[in-house]
């Protein structure tokens, strides 16, 4: 793949803000659910950067081979929990919006298993990861996980 320009060169203030409210978001639900998100939505939109860059951060993060392996097909693997599972139907459902799929039951999961304010904030996540997906794949990115690791710090 090659890239069709850098977003970081082109508007480097904007994307300052823009991985600073990212890390903000992640920061703000557990590590292994945010994982779970960015690689579900990024499944879905066929990200082949944020697969890479996630998987690698899951794995570093504790996360079970067998796991990532089922979470293409998360609704019938037994190793989810029913908070992921709300998680991983509102990814679904808010990634594929223009699908025109129901919202309702993928919403009383989210209300059964998460507060109004952990909805909010993952919402966000899946937004962000959905952005990330849209700005790597539109522009043809590919970024290592230890660079980008080593542009978040830059951010911090």
Not at 9 to 34: N, Q, R, Y
Not at 41 to 68: K, P, V, Y
Request: glycine share 4%.
């Amino acid at each position: 793949m090659t890239a069709k320009l850098d977003p970081f060169a082109a508007a480097p203030a904007l994307m300052k803000t823009w991985m600073g409210t990212s890390m903000a978001v992640a920061a703000s639900l557990e590590p292994s659910l945010s994982e779970l998100v960015k690689i579900r939505a990024s499944q879905i939109n066929a990200c082949a950067n944020c697969l890479n860059m996630h998987t690698a951060d899951a794995r570093a993060n504790g996360e079970t081979e067998q796991r990532l392996y089922l979470l293409a097909a998360w609704r019938d693997a037994p190793c989810f929990t029913d908070r992921e599972r709300a998680a991983l139907g509102w990814t679904d459902a808010l990634t594929r919006l223009s699908e025109g799929h129901a919202l309702a039951d993928a919403y009383d999961a989210l209300n059964a298993h998460f507060t109004q304010e952990e909805q909010v904030k993952l919402t966000l996540m899946i937004n962000v990861i959905n952005g990330w997906n849209r700005l790597a794949v539109g522009f043809g990115l590919w970024v290592e996980p230890a660079a980008a690791k080593a542009s978040m710090a830059a951010v911090r």
